[in-house]
């Protein structure tokens, strides 16, 4: 019934928002370009993601054509890269900038401004009930800082001297030395630059976030009536604004390091027969402060896959989400121990065993709030009458992923093991699964279900189940040998092991996790192609709440326009869950709690 | 990657970075005495098999890491922070080899840490054999002392040949590694 009142409501509105903008006269710069509107904000946050993630995916592309076909050439390389690939042959040098570059793209630019930024910004204020941003000038120039910081990082591809190419986590020395390594002059100092402009977009997107979650909830929206999208978001943008600042500080010391001679982090190097005068200094403590950031950083691209893949879980099995509290507790948990355990990182750079055992200690607690949280996941799908949306897909696959990937996590964790284990394919099997692909298989599943809300249109099916099975398949057949790889030492970040005796026998598989990238990297095109045709072609949406899901942002006109809802901002009366209650398939926050209403 | 092993007298000579110039090529300060007998040799280390053996590392450029994937042990090596790292090897390269069934085994050492543009090919080897053999190996090395200082190499044949004493044997054969130069 009330149902039926709300679809009334927002045919109401149709009416209202014509009239509304009306009104406005928003020119085109205004609002498709230098936008405050939290929505457009989004979908440029999710557009420039798309961009990145297309360029960091060729850039794979390239390095396992090297890695899996070490001994061929392919003369249309030099046509494209000149003398980066002389004969056909990716250089060394280029090589490593691919590796770095592939790692800085998706991390930062794909995974953290592009997952976090565009649903961040989407859902915040649609799912809390508020108009807009607590700053939406400030939201709009958090993107523009990120614009800002593409613009120099892609720039950064185009130097004489070639990109940054000492890895994405940069160490120094390598990375302080322009004699050390060619990618370490020019292309070095803009990356720096770029992560500096990059992580003042992050801060102000992320203050914004968590003064709009505390401060702008709709009448009835208690903190433990948010949905958890909103909790993990809350969470996700308190991890970047507490830890980003250490890594600006990191790369500001490394930028004086490298231009006005000071050593923060060199003591006693000869390089190139060149003795520096540099003394004092330690290149241990740089990692310190980059894994303070890094390994927060790590559930910084998580948490909200977590948070929308719980929401697309309960939406789509029809049941509420098994144990909210235990999930907003988990999530918090796992926020806190993200602070913990950077130095799980460092466990072979000499770091005193002693203090090696408690990072191993407070590693492994993080597998207590996650095995929770998996375990919800599971106990909501189970016995659920489920509907197998794409989203829900990726959801499903998102856990899946996160299980695989996790159980290694227990492995590395380990400092024993650690020792042979680290910088091997087990780390690059262990960090892709669980972070890289799970976190993209979240951002997928928020794409599907959110794109009716984006743009008024639904994806194409069709296309959305070969992506997502391709995909899944594909990232399992790609990154599940590489343990094997992993277990025999061979190390990472290597361009070519034909000459090595105990690595030369994984030929024939570099070849085939080659072979199934390219298959994979090729379907992700095709949800690119899905996405902007879509976008203009893709089948309207009819009715305000496709999905029949109980959250605010359904609300509202299949449009919203600016201000989200043309009249009052609805009150809220109930949690974000009320799946399968009494009889009734959901009961949207709006609808007030009835008198003979059962209590969960 | 540079390599100096003590032999007999259980201590490395004291090394500054910034003696690092021509034939001294590691460094090495040749005013301490415990250097004169350190012997240096390029990127294959020889140890005994059966005895615990201690590496110490440090690197001159940027960070390495001395990689054993066959002992599955490895440690950074850091400009300006020297670390160690000790194992016992149980088997010669001679036994690996029919125990892997592979006639082309050898105990390499990788890189494991990001290095620059000749990371991929930084490559060393241990050769694992017999104390005997082990002896032979080290009695045909001079050391650096006498390279780099020629005339104070002894006429005669040194007090000190590597294949004397008992009592060195209760204790670890001593090897300083020194990645660098990584391309």
């Known amino acids: ?600 | 990657m540079g390599i100096s092993l003590s032999w007999p007298d259980k201590a490395l000579g004291r090394k500054n970075y910034k003696l690092t110039k021509g034939a001294n090529g590691l460094g090495v300060d040749f005013t301490d005495p415990a250097s004169h007998d350190d012997m240096h040799v390029p990127a294959t280390v020889h140890i005994p098999v059966g005895r615990p053996v201690k590496f110490i590392i440090n690197a001159q450029d940027v960070i390495h890491d001395v990689g054993l994937s066959h002992f599955r042990l490895k440690m950074d090596a850091v400009p300006g922070i020297p670390t160690t790292l000790w194992f016992t090897p149980l088997y010669t390269t001679e036994q690996m080899k029919i125990r892997s069934g592979n006639p082309n085994f050898v105990y390499e050492i990788s890189c494991d840490q990001m290095c620059g543009k000749g990371h991929f090919s930084m490559r060393g080897v241990i050769v694992v054999e017999s104390e005997e053999e082990y002896r032979r190996y080290l009695a045909t090395l001079d050391p650096e002392y006498w390279t780099v200082y020629p005339d104070k190499k002894p006429r005669a044949a040194p007090a000190t040949t590597p294949s004397n004493t008992d009592s060195t044997k209760s204790k670890a054969p001593l090897a300083a590694i020194l990645p660098a130069a990584n391309n």
């Open chain 1, 1 to 600: 019934m009330s149902n039926i009142a709300t679809i009334h409501e927002s045919d109401v509105h149709g009416v209202h928002e014509e009239h509304h903008e009306h009104h406005h006269h928003e020119t085109f710069i205004s609002k498709y370009v230098f936008s405050q509107d939290h929505k457009m904000i989004a979908r440029q946050f999710l557009i420039t993601g798309i961009i990145w993630a297309i360029i960091g995916g060729l850039f794979s592309v390239l390095f396992r054509l090297q890695l899996g076909y070490p001994n061929s050439t392919f003369p249309w390389l030099e046509d494209i890269l000149g003398h980066w690939a002389k004969g056909g042959k990716i250089d060394p040098e280029f090589y490593y900038a691919l590796v770095t570059m592939h790692g800085t793209i998706l991390v930062f630019f794909v995974l953290t401004a592009g997952l976090s930024g565009t649903f961040a910004n989407f859902l915040i204020p649609l799912q809390i009930g508020a108009r807009d941003m607590a700053s939406p000038f400030l939201n709009m120039l958090s993107y523009w800082f990120f614009f800002l910081a593409s613009i120099i990082m892609f720039a950064s591809l185009f130097v004489q001297t070639g990109p940054a190419s000492g890895g994405w986590t940069i160490y120094p020395p390598l990375s302080a030395l322009g004699d050390a390594s060619s990618g370490s002059k020019i292309g070095m100092t803009l990356w720096l630059v770029s992560m500096a402009m990059f992580i003042v977009s992050s801060l102000l997107g992320g203050l914004n976030y968590i003064s709009t979650i505390l401060n702008m909830r709709t009448k009835g929206m208690s903190m433990t009536r948010l949905p958890l999208t909103i909790w993990a978001l809350f969470f996700t943008a308190v991890l970047g604004v507490l830890s980003f600042p250490v890594l600006l500080s990191g790369a500001i010391l490394l930028l004086f390091d490298r231009n006005l001679g000071t050593s923060f982090f060199l003591s006693d190097i000869v390089v190139n027969g060149k003795i520096l005068p540099n003394e004092g200094g330690s290149a241990i403590l740089f990692q310190h402060l980059f894994w303070f950031l890094g390994h927060p950083e790590v559930y910084i691209i998580l948490l909200p896959a977590m948070g929308m893949s719980s929401e697309i879980l309960s939406v789509n099995s029809r049941k509420p989400i098994f144990g909210y509290m235990a999930m907003v507790g988990s999530l918090f948990a796992i926020a806190i121990l993200a602070f913990l355990v950077w130095a799980h990182h460092m466990f072979v750079t000499g770091l005193n065993p002693f203090l090696g055992a408690f990072f191993v200690l407070l590693t492994l607690l993080i597998a207590v709030p996650s095995a929770i949280k998996v375990f919800n996941w599971l106990t909501t799908l189970w016995r659920a009458n489920i509907r197998f949306t794409p989203g829900m897909l990726f959801a499903i696959g998102f856990v899946s992923l996160f299980i695989s990937g996790g159980l290694t996590g227990i492995f590395l964790g380990n400092s024993a093991l650690d020792i042979h284990l680290h910088d091997t394919y087990f780390v690059v099997a262990h960090f892709h699964i669980v972070m890289g692909v799970a976190s993209f298989f979240g951002m997928f599943a928020g794409v599907y279900h959110w794109f009716p809300k984006m743009f008024g249109r639904f994806l194409n099916n069709t296309l959305a189940y070969i992506h997502f099975w391709v995909t899944l398949i594909g990232a399992y057949l790609i990154f599940w040998p590489m343990h094997y790889e992993g277990l025999a030492g061979m190390p990472r970040r290597y361009y070519d092991y034909s000459m090595w005796e105990s690595f030369k026998m994984f030929g024939g598989l570099n070849e085939f996790i080659s072979f199934v990238a390219m298959i994979v990297f090729a379907t992700q095109l095709l949800f690119v192609f899905n996405f902007f045709y879509s976008i203009f072609k893709g089948r309207k949406v009819t009715t305000p709440n496709p999905w029949g899901a109980n959250t605010l942002e359904w609300t509202t006109p299949v449009r919203p326009g600016h201000g989200n809802w043309v009249g009052e901002i609805p009150e809220v009366y109930r949690g974000a869950y009320d799946y399968g209650k009494d009889g009734r398939e959901f009961i949207p926050q709006t609808e007030p709690v009835g008198e003979n209403e059962s209590h969960h």
